[in-house]
C-alpha cells in the first residue's frame, strides 16, 4: 500500500510565538516542529504499511527552505521518503494558495491512500484536507477513529457527536485523521540515524502544473491588519468543600456574573 501523508512544519508551541513586522509568524527565529495532528497521521500510515506487510509511506509538505530539517523526524518515525514544495513566492500564502498547490505536488506522485491530520497549531482551519481532495477528485472521508482498507475501497469509523459512522470510499481516496487512532510513536535511534539517508525532494513552483491558478503571497485573499497581546488572567478562586458544598458556591459564582 502506497500512502501519502500532508504534514506541515509549524512553530513550536512549546516556546513563544512571535510576530514579524508584517504581522505574520516570525518562522525563522521560533524552532519548527511536525504539526502534533499530522504526527498521528502519519503514525496511522506506518501502522496500515505494516499490517499490510508491504508498500511506502511518502510525506508531502509545503513549507520554507529550512524544512528538511523538521522533516528529518518524521522520517525517522518511519517514513521512506519526503517531497518538500519550496518557493519563495510561497511566503504568507493562504489556505486557497496552499490547497492549490499541495494538489499540485499530490498529482504527481502515485498513491493508494491519502492521509492528513485535522487541523494544524498554526492556522487551526482545518479545510486544507477537504480542498485538496476536492482539487483531485478524490472522496473525502473525514475524522478517522479507525481506517480499514482492503479489496480497492476503505471503511472508516469517522466521529460524530454521539458515537461514530462507518463510511466507505473507493480508493485512492483521502481520510483525515484524528487522535483516536492512536499515539505517534518516537522515533528510535536506528530511525533517527537511518533518517540522515533519506531522500527528500525539493519541488518549485516550476516543477508543478498550476495551469493558471495564481498561488503565494502576493495574492493571499486574506491578511492580518491587526494583531494584540491576549488580556492577563485575573485572579483565580479555588474552591476546596466537600462536593455538595463546592457545587452550590460554583452554582453562586456563576449565577453571580449572570452566566447561567
Known amino acids: 500500500m502506497r500512502i501519502v501523508v500532508l504534514v506541515k512544519p509549524v512553530p513550536d508551541t512549546t516556546g513563544q510565538e512571535r510576530l514579524g513586522p508584517d504581522l505574520r509568524v516570525d518562522r525563522a527565529n521560533v524552532p519548527a516542529v511536525v504539526n502534533a495532528n499530522d504526527e498521528y497521521a502519519l503514525e496511522a500510515a506506518l501502522k496500515l504499511v505494516e499490517a499490510a506487510g508491504e508498500g511506502d509511506v511518502t510525506l508531502l509538505a509545503m513549507a520554507p527552505a529550512a524544512a528538511p530539517e523538521t522533516l528529518r523526524k518524521a522520517l525517522a518515525m518511519g517514513?521512506?521518503?519526503?517531497?518538500?514544495?519550496?518557493?519563495?513566492?510561497?511566503?504568507?500564502?493562504?489556505?486557497?494558495s496552499t490547497v492549490r498547490v499541495l494538489a499540485?505536488?499530490?498529482r504527481r506522485l502515485?498513491?493508494?491512500?491519502?492521509?492528513?491530520?485535522?487541523?494544524?497549531?498554526?492556522?487551526?482551519?482545518?479545510?486544507?484536507?477537504?480542498?485538496?481532495?476536492a482539487s483531485v477528485g478524490l472522496p473525502y472521508l473525514?475524522?478517522?477513529?479507525?481506517?480499514?482498507?482492503?479489496?480497492?475501497?476503505?471503511?472508516?469509523?469517522?466521529?460524530?457527536?454521539?458515537?461514530?459512522?462507518?463510511?466507505?470510499?473507493?480508493l485512492p481516496a483521502l481520510v483525515v485523521a484524528t487522535q483516536a487512532l492512536g499515539e505517534p510513536r518516537y522515533p528510535s535511534l536506528r530511525g533517527i540515524m537511518a533518517a540522515r539517508s533519506k531522500e527528500i525532494s525539493t519541488w518549485s513552483l516550476a516543477d508543478l502544473d498550476l495551469g493558471d491558478a495564481p498561488v503565494g503571497g502576493a495574492v493571499a485573499t486574506t491578511q492580518v491588519v491587526t494583531a494584540r497581546p491576549a488580556a492577563s488572567r485575573g485572579a483565580t478562586r479555588v474552591i476546596r468543600e466537600p462536593a455538595a458544598a463546592a457545587a452550590t458556591q460554583v452554582v453562586e459564582f456563576l449565577a453571580e456574573r449572570r452566566l447561567i
Not at 110 to 133: C, H, I, K, M, P
Open 104 to 106: 499540485a505536488g499530490l
Open 110 to 133: 502515485e498513491y493508494d491512500l491519502v492521509l492528513a491530520g485535522a487541523d494544524t497549531s498554526d492556522g487551526g482551519a482545518g479545510v486544507v484536507a477537504a480542498g485538496v481532495a
Open 79 to 96: 517514513a521512506q521518503r519526503g517531497v518538500l514544495i519550496c518557493d519563495p513566492s510561497l511566503a504568507g500564502s493562504d489556505t486557497l
Open 142 to 170: 473525514s475524522y478517522a477513529a479507525r481506517i480499514e482498507p482492503g479489496g480497492g475501497r476503505v471503511v472508516v469509523h469517522r466521529l460524530s457527536p454521539v458515537g461514530y459512522d462507518v463510511i466507505e470510499a473507493a
